[in-house]
């Protein structure tokens, strides 16, 4: 009974945490950035659902898209804003750009997430499920939100896996991040890819906080774990790697979930930081990674 | 000063400032500020002390980042190993003080060195990861080991080194300088150069036949005894420890904005930015919860605008006049 109650649970909760970092490492993979606002996106999503649906009663469709809309706003303004003019600075050497987009997003993590306090306190927050009620999978009560979690999440992964492979727009991407310097001698505009890709990653992240806010609830404090789980989870898979970001979100997932039921939630975390730990001691490339 | 100056955002050269320069001013603002407590109250001085530990911090950062170029995410793991080991010692064991900063300190070169042998094998981002998951598992096993840690609660120590604000002021800011002057003196030594060097081109240095892995790890190893010690010492300053205030990552991020903010590869741009970011903090408290909102994005203005932190505007400021 709890080995299928684990099961069921693992399986909602890894395929957010899927959802959560595929973005992340899409951004790595064409275009070299660690976003560390990362969970700041996320969060501000959560809230910004929650905001619309408890002040301006829009319903709680309207507030999810609402949410989506405004984690692709951000991600748009972190690319104008903060990642391109440091890419494109005169002032900052190339060995040094990443260490200065790591600071730059990591401040603007910040900024969002004070600004959230601010607006909206640092009181934990539950978006109101879409769908409500409980369901019984071979005996174990689960509520219906969470497998709504478990299949958007995949049907996002799946809407980006046909876009990026089926897609003439999706192919561009791709092929960016084999050979930036290809695509342009293809006539291809480099500039709107990152574009897209960014806009792709506000969409993802965005969905990811809202269901993560109807799933488990978010507060300003979210920021830094969130950011600091994707990016574990990023590095666990090999960076720039989706299908390894996939497996490692399953085996985080569930590793948590495992140690939360059978040892105590208060340990929920450390197996999965040890075993980062010890994947970085054999095998530093991640599970799937290429270099 | 180093091989290579950089430039500054309008795209002219930085002005350099000579050692004897740098060390003339640094005299000066060190003999001003020791004069200090005979002017200004108390309050002030409480809220300088601690930014002079946290300019130790972000100094012993700044050597492993702007010179080996490597990014520790994780500079609170080796703070906490030293604050904590001191901590627990004291409160368990009832040491002299001395003997539980000793034994502090050497608890984070210890751990620094457990970090760094598998953490200097990966580059770039696997190395920040490396550094930043070390923190996690800390402030884990602090919560986990309750009994001996105070866990979330916080660790009491009975012993502090004066309850006297001129003296504790007095020797924070000792501390600081003695630390800022052997780092400063460190980073433009040869060794400061073989780390530049390898920071920027690691096959190129081992080419020229510089064991660049013997440095890097020498190089962790200051910085963590700088942190270590600071940490020890910042312990019995505050007669407590805990998670929020010594291990947590956003301390970890204070750090490393303030190095970032004053600017990097420079030691006591380091310090000059924590002391800011301490002191802008402070000033800006009647601004309540906006207080941090309006810290952050200064930081980032300044890292977007002024690459080079707030010790190059000043240079160019003092090489206009």
């Not at chain 1, 480099?190 to 906080?209: E, H, K, R």
């Not at chain 2, 309008?10 to 002017?39: C, H, K, N, Q, Y």
């Not at chain 2, 309850?163 to 003695?178: E, T, V």
């Not at chain 2, 207080?291 to 400021?317: D, E, W």
């Amino acid at each position: 009974m709890v080995a299928l109650q684990i099961l069921i649970d693992g399986f909602a909760v890894s395929a957010l945490y899927a959802l959560g970092a595929i973005g992340f490492t899409l951004i790595f993979g064409v275009s070299g950035v660690l976003n560390l606002s990362h969970g700041a996106l996320m969060v501000a999503a959560a809230v910004a659902a929650w905001a619309a649906n408890g002040d301006l009663l829009v319903g709680n469709y309207a507030g999810a898209v609402f949410g989506v809309g405004v984690s692709l706003a951000l991600a748009l303004l972190t690319y104008a804003f903060i990642v391109r003019p440091i890419q494109r600075s005169q002032a900052i050497r190339n060995e040094e750009r990443e260490i200065f987009i790591l600071t730059a997003t990591l401040l603007w993590g910040i900024v969002i997430q004070e600004l959230i306090a601010y607006l909206y306190t640092s009181n934990a927050k539950t978006v109101l499920p879409i769908v409500e009620g409980v369901v019984a999978i071979l005996g174990v009560r689960t509520p219906t939100n969470e497998i709504f979690t478990a299949v958007v999440c995949w049907g996002a992964i799946a809407l980006l896996w046909f876009l990026v492979n089926r897609t003439r727009t999706g192919k561009a991407v791709l092929a960016a991040s084999m050979n930036p310097r290809g695509v342009t001698l293809l006539g291809i505009e480099l500039a709107w890819i990152y574009i897209a890709v960014w806009a792709i990653y506000g969409v993802l992240a965005g969905i990811a906080g809202v269901l993560l806010g109807m799933f488990l609830g978010v507060s300003s404090y979210s920021v830094g774990p969130l950011t600091a789980s994707a990016f574990s989870i990023v590095v666990l898979g090999g960076l720039g790697s989706v299908s390894g970001s996939l497996i490692a979100a399953y085996v985080v997932g569930y590793l948590e979930t495992l140690t939360a039921y059978l040892v105590s939630p208060a340990y929920r975390t450390i197996p999965a930081l040890l075993l980062l730990v010890a994947v970085m001691y054999v095998r530093p490339r991640g599970l799937l990674g290429r270099r | 000063m180093c091989a290579r100056a950089g430039s500054l955002g309008d795209g002219r050269p930085m002005p350099r400032l000579s050692v004897r320069e740098m060390s003339f001013a640094a005299i000066i603002v060190v003999a001003l500020a020791a004069a200090l407590p005979f002017f200004v109250s108390d309050y002030v001085l409480g809220v300088l002390t601690p930014g002079f530990y946290i300019a130790v911090f972000a100094m012993a950062w700044d050597l492993l980042f702007g010179f080996a170029n490597e990014v520790n995410f994780g500079p609170t793991f080796l703070i906490g190993l030293g604050a904590y080991a001191a901590g627990i010692i004291d409160n368990r064991l009832g040491w002299a003080i001395w003997l539980c900063v000793a034994a502090g300190t050497a608890a984070a070169v210890a751990g620094g060195l457990v970090l760094a042998l598998p953490a200097l094998r990966v580059r770039g981002p696997y190395f920040g990861l490396t550094t930043l998951v070390a923190v996690l598992i800390l402030s884990n096993l602090i919560v986990v080991f309750a009994d001996l840690t105070g866990g979330e609660i916080g660790l009491t120590v009975p012993d502090v080194i004066s309850i006297d604000a001129h003296a504790n002021y007095w020797i924070a800011l000792g501390f600081m300088s003695a630390s800022g002057a052997i780092l400063f003196a460190l980073s433009r030594s040869p060794m400061g150069l073989i780390l530049q060097a390898s920071g920027q081109d690691a096959v190129q240095a081992g080419a020229l036949g510089f064991n660049v892995t013997k440095h890097k790890l020498a190089a962790f190893t200051i910085s963590a005894f700088f942190s270590g010690l600071a940490g020890a010492l910042y312990v019995f300053y505050l007669g407590a420890a805990s998670v929020g205030t010594l291990v947590d990552v956003t301390v970890g991020v204070q750090v490393i904005i303030a190095a970032v903010l004053g600017g990097r590869r420079t030691i006591l741009g380091a310090a000059l930015g924590a002391i800011f970011l301490i002191g802008a903090t402070e000033a800006l408290r009647p601004l309540g919860e906006l207080a941090t909102l309006v810290v952050s994005a200064v930081a980032l203005l300044i890292v977007l605008f002024f690459p080079n932190g707030l010790i190059a505007l000043i240079a160019r400021v003092g090489g206009r006049a």
